[in-house]
């Protein structure tokens, strides 16, 4: 490699012209994906205090905000449901006028255009808030019961399908999931119908905010005996094969911001499309410093989009998507951000 003085890595940064030529990443509204909280009710857009700019909406809001995102050319949005109930069973997940199905429904009839996914998991439906099932395990402490849980998740997919979901994720971390949600959905005739599976998703105290917004915290104990421990990346390329042999079409990173060498790791040993949820505490992190005035939001959200492209993300499901289409359309670039 030749050295100083005949080389000057700063030749080709000196004018706007320049950089965007040799930029190696970008990000355009393709990558985005908007995840949106939606219950019973009408007229409905209930701030969430620890995300600010975020809601939860009813079905008519709900409607209303998503064409507003389908303008922008987002192509794809999220639901999570708050059911008008929870009960240990979490039923409500899986009812034909359960609160996502009602939301599905709704939006691909006003936005057909648009790919609605919808988050496959028991927390938000269950009384004790935990992803799955519980029982009793072998020290005699109540805990997610795998496989119990797994009809139920893959009965969850199989309603949102009906009511018209393109995409379904599922994120509660059970082993063997995927390989029954595609199972029920190909028996029921909907083997066109994609997987997203939340594959490397770890314990993160990232996650509060959403617990807020999704009012799903645990009721008990935390979740670490089935996400994963932040610790492990060799684990994450493990759960990520695992979910790719059972029939994943697309395998997630989450979180992202702290996660990038997970995303790269998982971009360099696999060969489909890896998504990164930039969750509620990251959004929370920049969006509280840029109310004190200490950062500049826009900037921040930018950079951090294109840090997560570059670790290999080609989707990116953010609660800025709807902001950063809108900065896109205005021009932003990391010259003009
Ligand atoms: C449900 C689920 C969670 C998130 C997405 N799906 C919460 C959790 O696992 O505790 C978090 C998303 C976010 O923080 O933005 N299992």
Redesign the pocket.
């Known amino acids: 490699m030749s050295m100083f003085p005949e080389t000057r890595l700063r030749r080709l940064r000196r004018n706007a012209t320049f950089r965007r030529m040799v930029r190696e990443t970008h990000l355009t509204v393709d990558n985005l994906i908007y995840?949106m909280f939606v219950r019973p009710g009408s007229g409905v857009k209930n701030p969430i205090a620890s995300m600010p700019g975020q809601f939860q909406w009813s079905v008519d809001t709900l409607v209303e905000e998503t064409k507003a995102i389908a303008d922008l050319g987002v192509p794809a949005v999220m639901f999570?449901g708050i059911p008008k109930m929870k009960d240990a069973h979490g039923s409500q997940a899986y009812a034909m006028d359960a609160i996502v199905c009602r939301a599905v429904e709704a939006v691909k009839q006003a936005c057909p255009e648009l790919c609605v996914i919808t988050?496959v998991?028991l927390?938000e439906y269950t009384d004790h808030g935990h992803?799955g099932l519980l029982s009793e395990n072998l020290d005699g402490q109540q805990d997610v019961d795998n496989d119990a849980t797994l009809e139920v998740l893959a009965q969850e997919a199989l309603a949102h399908v009906r009511a018209g979901a393109d995409m379904v994720a599922p994120?509660?971390m059970m082993d063997g999931r995927v390989a029954e949600i595609r199972d029920l959905l190909d028996n029921e005739g909907y083997h066109e119908v994609p997987i997203m599976a939340y594959s490397a998703?770890f314990s993160s105290a990232?996650?509060g905010?959403?617990?807020d917004a999704a009012e799903?915290p645990p009721q008990f104990g935390d979740?670490r005996s089935y996400?994963m421990d932040p610790a492990n990346s060799n684990e994450a390329m493990r759960e990520i094969e695992l979910d790719v042999e059972e029939g994943a079409d697309i395998v997630m990173v989450k979180p992202a911001m702290p996660y990038l060498d997970i995303i790269q790791r998982a971009y360099d040993q696999f060969e489909l499309p890896i998504a990164a949820?930039n969750?509620?505490?990251e959004y929370a992190m920049i969006k509280a410093a840029a109310e004190r005035g200490w950062i500049e939001e826009k900037n921040a959200v930018l950079e951090s989009m294109l840090g997560i492209r570059r670790a290999g993300a080609q989707l990116i499901l953010t609660y800025w998507a709807k902001d950063v289409a809108q900065w896109l359309h205005e021009g932003a670039s990391p010259d003009n951000s």
């Open positions: 995840p999570f988050d998991c927390c992803c994120s509660d998703k990232f996650y905010p959403f617990r799903s979740r996400q949820y969750v509620s505490g």
